[in-house]
């Protein structure tokens, strides 16, 4: 199986900025693929949200609110993603989730399955 561990989160007064970082290790078995990653966020009293995703190729989507503030990306060699947070809002504060589409070779098998991340907390102060 797979870990994602994020990394980068904080506390910033708004109009700053924030860079997470995502990791993927194989726990077991070894990774063939990663597939399609995103992040996603979670504020309280509300449902996990898409906010920007990016596809193996390098194409990538963002949620409305965060067009053109913020800027996903990859590295593949390094099974790692990132989120640059740029002009950040109060209401930008949530814990935000690493989710990525990960292949993997265990034995003689190969699967395919979604991973997420523990969280990490980004909290932004008017």
């Known amino acids: 199986q797979v870990q994602l561990a994020e990394s980068g989160g904080g506390w910033v007064q708004a109009g700053g900025s924030l860079r997470l970082s995502c990791a993927a290790s194989e726990a077991s078995g070894r990774i063939v693929r990663i597939n399609d990653m995103a992040w996603y966020r979670q504020a309280p009293g509300t449902e996990r949200e898409l906010v920007a995703g990016?596809?193996?190729?390098?194409?990538?989507n963002y949620a409305d609110s965060v067009k053109n503030r913020f800027t996903i990306s990859r590295d593949n060699a390094k099974k790692m993603v990132y989120l640059q947070m740029n002009s950040l809002k109060p209401e930008d504060t949530a814990v935000y989730y690493c989710n990525a589409q990960i292949t993997i070779i265990q034995s003689t098998t190969i699967m395919t399955s979604a991973y997420w991340g523990q969280g990490t907390q980004v909290t932004v102060s008017s």
């Open positions: 990016i596809t193996s190729g390098g194409r990538t």
